[in-house]
């Protein structure tokens, strides 16, 4: 029997707001002091009453609209009730039954088809407190609580569960990503716990629709983390299935160095949470007006962005994906771009070159040094400013590079790095003239392969007098000279 794969994600991400969800404490908790960022309202004491962070509803409902979201005139907020221990309170404040946003979808890119992913949901809730597992002097485990995270903003996007691979998982996750990095409304670092992702899966014979009881895992800090965890639970579920077993609904955690998944405890349904109306916070009337305001400020957003700069800036379709994956990428190819006054064919040629740097030297040396474009000394006007002086001539490819690789060092324009290591090229053919008679008398062997009709000796005669001139020389002027004065030698 062959099975098909049903994947269903669920993504909560910490919104980039100043204070928490329902109380005014910092929600920039990361590297303090633990149980320094508290209140008597996101540490859950009796008595304490919460209020809504405005910004976090625009923010959800700013992603909503990214996501081809309904927006509902009315959200309200629910108590969802469970006793574990990072909760101290014994319920979370988040949405059920009518959340911020509904109904939306995401295009994922595949190899050679695209695939829409249906969005269930868009929701905001309250993050938990964080738990430290320790070990004492003797072995023995114990449990650490940090309220700092408790109360932060965040939202959920649910995932219709219209995913058939674990590849197909992880684009929509790097897509996913991409858009709320484009909206600016989290920083999405995985590693600190910005975005995270719970993925529900299960398996189904072949050709039938129904949907079987599922396993949620968690535990995942990683997009490859996710794939992994997803591949591993298809096998293990396969074996189960083709065995005669059933899968039982469960909670599953992913262990990262082992590469497997292990029960946490039985999976919960609705009902197990006892929702209702969270009576300490009215329901929100959502304002057409400001929907309207909301959606008039959000940002060219990564698709729109790739076929714009496709077909504006006559890049292929592989140059703009690249490019447009990074709003922070894009932004700086544009800038560097149109910081040359150039008009048509020329700016298309320019983009081009500005394409190239930015997807292979700069790409280069921020995987090297592990920085994002924003932090680089290059700027988008030093680029434009280096892509000038190649094409007047003043500088040549390899010399290009090198100023490049100074000005990543130094943070230097590539005037005041030529200026200060004479690195002009030369392009006076009088100035060149004494390297090349160097070069010619100094390799007999190489002068006579070339007038026997070896080609390829041209380009080692050339590679000499780049050589002599510590890659000042122009390329092209080197070869002219060499030829002209062999055809000398031949003719005398």
């Not at 039954?97 to 992913?117: Q, W």
Request: net charge neutral; charged share 25%; aromatic share 6%.
């Amino acid at each position: 029997m062959t099975f098909e794969v049903v994947i269903g994600l669920e993504v909560h991400v910490q919104l980039l707001t100043k204070s928490k969800m329902f109380c005014s404490c910092t929600a920039d908790y990361q590297n303090n002091q633990p149980n320094s960022l508290v209140c008597p309202v996101c540490l859950g004491m009796p008595g304490a009453l919460p209020v809504i962070n405005k910004k976090a509803v625009e923010y959800t409902l700013m992603t909503g609209l990214a996501l081809n979201c309904t927006i509902p005139n009315y959200a309200k907020f629910d108590r969802k009730n469970y006793p574990y221990p990072d909760l101290m309170k014994g319920y979370q404040i988040s949405q059920f039954d009518m959340p911020l946003a509904l109904n939306g979808h995401l295009t994922i890119d595949l190899k050679d088809t695209k695939r829409v992913i249906g969005i269930t949901r868009v929701h905001l809730e309250e993050d938990v407190a964080k738990l430290i597992h320790k070990k004492d002097f003797n072995g023995s485990r114990y449990t650490l609580v940090d309220v700092n995270r408790s109360g932060v903003s965040l939202m959920e996007i649910v995932s219709e569960p219209d995913m058939r691979t674990p590849e197909e998982a992880r684009n929509y996750l790097i897509k996913l990503k991409t858009i709320l990095e484009y909206l600016g409304v989290s920083t999405c670092n995985m590693e600190e716990g910005n975005l995270r992702c719970d993925a529900n899966i299960s398996l189904r014979p072949t050709g039938t629709t129904k949907l079987l009881d599922k396993v949620e895992v968690k535990n995942m800090n990683s997009f490859r983390s996710v794939f992994k965890a997803l591949e591993y639970e298809i096998k293990r579920q396969e074996k189960i299935l083709q065995s005669g077993g059933r899968i039982e609904q469960e909670t599953r955690g992913w262990v990262d160095d082992e590469e497997l998944t292990f029960s946490q405890r039985s999976k919960e349904s609705a009902h197990d949470y006892r929702f209702f109306p969270e009576p300490d916070l009215p329901p929100l009337s959502i304002d057409k007006k400001w929907i309207e305001s909301i959606d008039h400020k959000l940002p060219e957003l990564p698709d729109i962005k790739r076929d714009r700069f496709a077909l504006e800036y006559g890049l292929s379709l592989y140059d703009a994906t690249i490019l447009t994956a990074s709003r922070n990428t894009a932004d700086f190819f544009e800038q560097a771009t149109l910081a040359s006054d150039l008009k048509g064919k020329a700016i298309q040629k320019r983009a081009k070159s500005v394409s190239n740097w930015t997807i292979g030297e700069i790409a280069h040396l921020l995987n090297l040094n592990n920085l994002d474009i924003n932090n680089i000394n290059i700027t988008p006007l030093y680029l434009n400013a280096l892509l000038n002086l190649i094409d007047n001539g003043t500088l040549n490819t390899s010399s290009a590079k090198l100023v490049f690789e100074l000005m990543f060092e130094t943070g230097d324009s590539p005037d005041k790095i030529i200026k200060e290591r004479d690195m002009r090229q030369i392009t006076d053919p009088n100035s060149i003239g004494p390297i090349v008679e160097e070069v010619i008398a100094n390799n007999a062997n190489a002068v006579v392969d070339y007038l026997n009709g070896k080609e390829q000796a041209l380009k080692f005669l050339v590679g000499q007098v780049m050589r002599l001139s510590k890659g000042k020389a122009n390329p092209s002027l080197a070869e002219d000279s060499l030829k002209m004065k062999l055809a000398t030698i031949r003719n005398s």
